[in-house]
C-alpha cells in the first residue's frame, strides 16, 4: 500500500529564502529513502532536501532559481509503507534476498549477516521529515576541491569519476550531473579532451595560508561579476594558446578629424567607435578573425555578421557588452549606442542577451594609462584588440623627426587558428585603416 505524503524542507537552520540550484529528480521517478530530491545553496552551504522514505514522486512544487525555506511543501509523493513482517512467496528471488526483512521484522537472539549486496528494508518513519545534508564550502573544502553539490560528488563517486578533472559549466563554475556524464563519455569513447571542457591539468592545489598571523588584515568578498567572470576568464587563458601582436597606429590624422566633425556636429566622438570601424574592415580582409572554433575543434565556423563586443569598466567588475550589425552603422549611430550601453552597463541594467553573440572584442585602457597589456580572449571568440594610451612620439618622415600622435594595439589571438604571420598582417591592416580613412567605411 502507498500513503500521499507532502515532503517539506527540513530545519535550515537560521537561513531563508533559499535558492533552488538543481532538482535532482522528475514526476513519476522512483525513489528510495534518503534520495536527494533538491539541492540549495545559500551564501555559505549548500544541502540537500532527502526523501523521508521510498516511493513515486507525484507533483514538484518547485523548480532551479526559486526559492525556498523551512516547512515549505516542495514535492508530494506516494510513499511505501512498511513491509509486512512475512516472508514473500517466490519461487524466483533467493531465499538471501528474504533474510534482511524477517530479521527486520523478528529480532533473533543472534543476527545472521545480511547476504553480500543487499539493503535493509527501511523502518516505518511516518510523515518525518530527514533532515537535510549541509555542506559548508568555506570550512569543509580546501581551495583546490572541485565546486559540486554532494549529490553530484556522489554520482560521480558511483561513476568513478575523478572531478579534479571536469570543469563545471554551471554559474560560478559549478559541476553539474550533465559535466560529470559528459566527462565519463569522453573517457569511454577515447577523447583526448573531455568534452565537458576538463582539461585535466596535475597542478599543485593553491596553499591555504592564515595571513593573520603576520599583521592586521580586511576580508573583502569579491562581486557577483567577478565570481562569475573569473572562472571563465581562468578557462579562457588556460585552455587556448594565446600570442599577442603589438604595433603603433599612426592617429594624428583621424585626431584632427574626429575632434573637427564632434565640433562641427555638436556630438560626443571617441575614438573607440573609430576602432570598431576599423576592426569591421580588418574583420572583412581577413575573415578567420571573425570565426569561432565549434565544439569538436575540427570545423571553423565563419561569421557572416559583425558583433563587436566593448569591455566597460562598471563599479563591480569589467562587462562586454555586444553592439551588433556595426558594419551598417556610422560612427555617429555607434556613438550613441556606445554611449546609451556603456550607461546602462555602469547601472548594471544589461540583460544577458546584450552581452552574447559577439564576433570579437576590444578593450580599451587608454582612458587609463599604459603602453602595452595582453588581453585574454573572449571565447569562443578567436582574437581580441586591446588599446593603450595614445602619446605622442618621433617618427621619421625620411628627411626629420615629426612629432605624431601614435596609439599602441596590442592583439591576442588563438594560435590554433590564426598564425603569427596572419596575427602580424592583421594588426598592421588595423593600423593602417586607423591612418587611412579610405579603408574605413564611416
Known amino acids: ?59 514538484l512544487r518547485v523548480e532551479v532559481g526559486d526559492t525556498v525555506s523551512e516547512d515549505q511543501v516542495v514535492a508530494v509523493m506516494d510513499a511505501e509503507e512498511a513491509a509486512e513482517a512475512a516472508p514473500v512467496e517466490s519461487t524466483d528471488a533467493p531465499v538471501e534476498k528474504q533474510a534482511p526483512a524477517v530479521a527486520a521484522a523478528t529480532p533473533a537472539p543472534a543476527p545472521q549477516p545480511a547476504a553480500q549486496g543487499a539493503k535493509p528494508t527501511p523502518p516505518s518513519t511516518g510523515s518525518r521529515q530527514s533532515p537535510p545534508v549541509p555542506m559548508d564550502a568555506n570550512t569543509t573544502l580546501p581551495a583546490n576541491i572541485p565546486y559540486a553539490s554532494p549529490a553530484v560528488r556522489r554520482f560521480a563517486r558511483e561513476l568513478g569519476a575523478d572531478l579534479m578533472q571536469v570543469t563545471g559549466s554551471s554559474l560560478g563554475g559549478r559541476i553539474i550531473r550533465e559535466d560529470v556524464t559528459a566527462f565519463v563519455k569522453s573517457i569511454l569513447t577515447g577523447a583526448s579532451r573531455p568534452s565537458s571542457g576538463g582539461l585535466g591539468f596535475d597542478l599543485p592545489p593553491q596553499p591555504k595560508v592564515n595571513f593573520s598571523r603576520y599583521g592586521d588584515i580586511e576580508v573583502q568578498a569579491i562581486s557577483k561579476i567577478q565570481k562569475v567572470s573569473g572562472a571563465y576568464l581562468h578557462r579562457n587563458w588556460v585552455s587556448i594558446p594565446h600570442v599577442t601582436q603589438n604595433d603603433l597606429a599612426d592617429i594624428t ?78 560612427i555617429f549611430q555607434l556613438a550613441t549606442e556606445l554611449g546609451e550601453m556603456s550607461a546602462r552597463a555602469r547601472a548594471g541594467k544589461l540583460k544577458p542577451i546584450e552581452m552574447q553573440g559577439g564576433c570579437f572584442s576590444i578593450s580599451s585602457l587608454g582612458g587609463i594609462g599604459g603602453t602595452s597589456f595582453t588581453p585574454i580572449i573572449n571565447a569562443p571568440e578567436v582574437a581580441i584588440l586591446g588599446v593603450s594610451r595614445s602619446s605622442m612620439q618621433p617618427k621619421w618622415d625620411g628627411e626629420a623627426f615629426q612629432p605624431r600622435m601614435m596609439l599602441p594595439l596590442c592583439l591576442s589571438y588563438d594560435h590554433r587558428v590564426i598564425d603569427g604571420a596572419n596575427g602580424a598582417r592583421f594588426t598592421r591592416y588595423l593600423a593602417e585603416c586607423l591612418e587611412d580613412f579610405a579603408k574605413i567605411d564611416l
Request: hydrophobic content about 45%; charged content about 25%; proline content about 6%.
Open 1 to 59: 500500500m502507498t500513503t500521499q505524503i507532502e515532503i517539506k524542507v527540513p530545519d535550515i537552520g537560521d537561513f531563508s529564502d533559499i535558492p533552488v540550484i538543481e532538482v535532482l529528480v522528475t514526476v513519476g521517478d522512483t525513489v528510495e529513502a534518503e534520495q536527494s530530491l533538491l539541492t540549495l545553496e545559500s551564501d555559505k552551504a549548500m544541502m540537500e532536501v532527502p526523501a523521508p522514505l521510498g516511493g513515486v514522486i507525484t507533483e
Open 253 to 330: 590624422e583621424m585626431e584632427t578629424y574626429r575632434k573637427t566633425t564632434a565640433r562641427e556636429q555638436g556630438v560626443k566622438l571617441t575614438p573607440l567607435v573609430f576602432l570598431i570601424k576599423a576592426v569591421v574592415s580588418a574583420l572583412k580582409a581577413f575573415p578567420t578573425f571573425n570565426a569561432s572554433l565549434d565544439a569538436t575543434r575540427e570545423n571553423l565556423v565563419l561569421k557572416k555578421f559583425f558583433h563587436i563586443g566593448i569591455a566597460v569598466d562598471t563599479p563591480d567588475g569589467l562587462v562586454v557588452p555586444v553592439i551588433r550589425d556595426c558594419d551598417q552603422k556610422d
